[in-house]
C-alpha cells in the first residue's frame, strides 16, 4: 500500500501578524493555513475548527511553518516575532 506525498499548498498571499497591542484577528481566517516564525520564541493561537481552544508552540526556532488553520494569533503568551500568516487561495486547505 502505497501512501500519498504530503502535500504543502503554496502560498498565493500572506498576513502580517501584528500582536504589538492586542491579539491578531486573522482577516482571511478561512485561507490561513500556517504561521511562519521570523523570530525564536512561543506562539500561541486558536484554531479555526477549536476556537474556544488556545494552543502554545513552544522554543519555535526561526524559519518555521507551523502548519493548521489559524484563527488567532494571542498576544499575552506569543513571544516569536516577525510571524506571517500564509495564506492559500483554496478555502479549507490544511
Known amino acids: 500500500m502505497s501512501v500519498p506525498p504530503f502535500c504543502v499548498p503554496t502560498p498565493t498571499d500572506a498576513e502580517v501578524v501584528d ?6 484577528t486573522f482577516t482571511s481566517s478561512s485561507n490561513v493555513y500556517a504561521i511562519y516564525v521570523g523570530g525564536t520564541g512561543d506562539v500561541a493561537a486558536t484554531l479555526r475548527d477549536h476556537p474556544s481552544t488556545t494552543v502554545v508552540f513552544k522554543a519555535v526556532p526561526v524559519g518555521t511553518q507551523l502548519r493548521g488553520r489559524f484563527l488567532k494569533v494571542i498576544k499575552a503568551t506569543t513571544t516569536a516575532t516577525n510571524l506571517l500568516g500564509l495564506i492559500t487561495n483554496k478555502s479549507g486547505q490544511a
Open 19 to 24: 500582536t504589538s497591542a492586542t491579539d491578531h
